[in-house]
T-cell receptor, first 113, second 115 residues
Framework: DVKVTQSSRYLVKRTGEKVFLECVQD?????MFWYRQDPGLGLRLIYF???????EKGDIPEGYSVSREKKERFSLILESASTNQTSMYLC????????????FGEGSRLTVL | AQSVTQPDIHITVSEGASLELRCNYS??????LFWYVQSPGQGLQLLLK??????LVQGIKGFEAEFKRSQSSFNLRKPSVHWSDAAEYFC?????????????FGQGTTLQVKP
């Protein structure tokens, strides 16, 4: 089975802190994604990556950056956390084939005080 | 603009009753179509997907969905709901080429099941 692991399930941070959310997948998938999930808004794409050291902005990249130094790992970075970034963050991966099916991690719930 | 609409934010059904969750999309061309389910505290799990061919697709856990091109809809159905089906359900669409995996999600429908 494909496994996407998000290292932190729950985090509480203070405004202005730098936050790292880590995601690792074990199926050699080329493509990785970070989504943000908020009630009533569904999932919105923050950033995605089709290869190591490559990244592309999604629909809501402001306030976020990403890093993909290794194929299996995709990190989301909040340079200076703000209260409006309190949310559930979901990492996903998929093969480079044209199926589009995403495999999701269990999510990281971030609270910024 | 590309979008996915799930008109029902919250649905309550009795255990054993039938279920239909609605999904409508706006997209430049016929996309790939997906339904995902999210149990409390969990990530999303794929229920089923439509790529081509038969417009009635079967998924896991007894779910099915029907693609209707003329209505730009992809409604999810189940003949008899079980208490364990209580969860949040997301419809999603994605491109047939290019940015594979870059899905657009609906707002989600929360399903509550009454005993």
């Amino acid at each position: 089975d494909v496994k996407v692991t998000q290292s932190s399930r729950y985090l509480v941070k203070r405004t202005g802190e730098k936050v790292f959310l880590e995601c690792v997948q074990d199926m050699d998938h080329e493509n990785m994604f970070w989504y943000r999930q908020d009630p009533g808004l569904g999932l919105r794409l923050i950033y995605f990556s089709y290869d190591v050291k490559m990244k592309e902005k999604g629909d809501i990249p402001e306030g976020y950056s990403v890093s993909r130094e290794k194929k299996e790992r995709f990190s989301l970075i909040l340079e200076s956390a703000s209260t409006n970034q309190t949310s559930m963050y979901l990492c996903a991966s998929t093969t480079g084939g044209n199926t589009g099916e995403l495999f999701f991690g269990e999510g990281s719930r971030l609270t910024v005080l | 603009a590309q979008s996915v609409t799930q008109p029902d934010i919250h649905i309550t059904v009795s255990e054993g009753a039938s279920l239909e969750l609605r999904c409508n999309y706006s997209y430049g061309a016929t996309p790939y179509l997906f339904w995902y389910v999210q149990s409390p505290g969990q990530g999303l799990q794929l229920l089923l997907k439509y790529f081509s061919g038969d417009t009635l697709v079967q998924g896991i856990k007894g779910f099915e969905a029907e693609f209707k091109r003329s209505q730009s809809s992809f409604n999810l159905r189940k003949p008899s709901v079980h208490w364990s089906d209580a969860a949040e359900y997301f419809c999603a669409v994605g491109p047939r080429s290019g940015n594979t995996g870059k899905l657009i999600f609906g707002q989600g429908t929360t399903l509550q099941v009454k005993p």
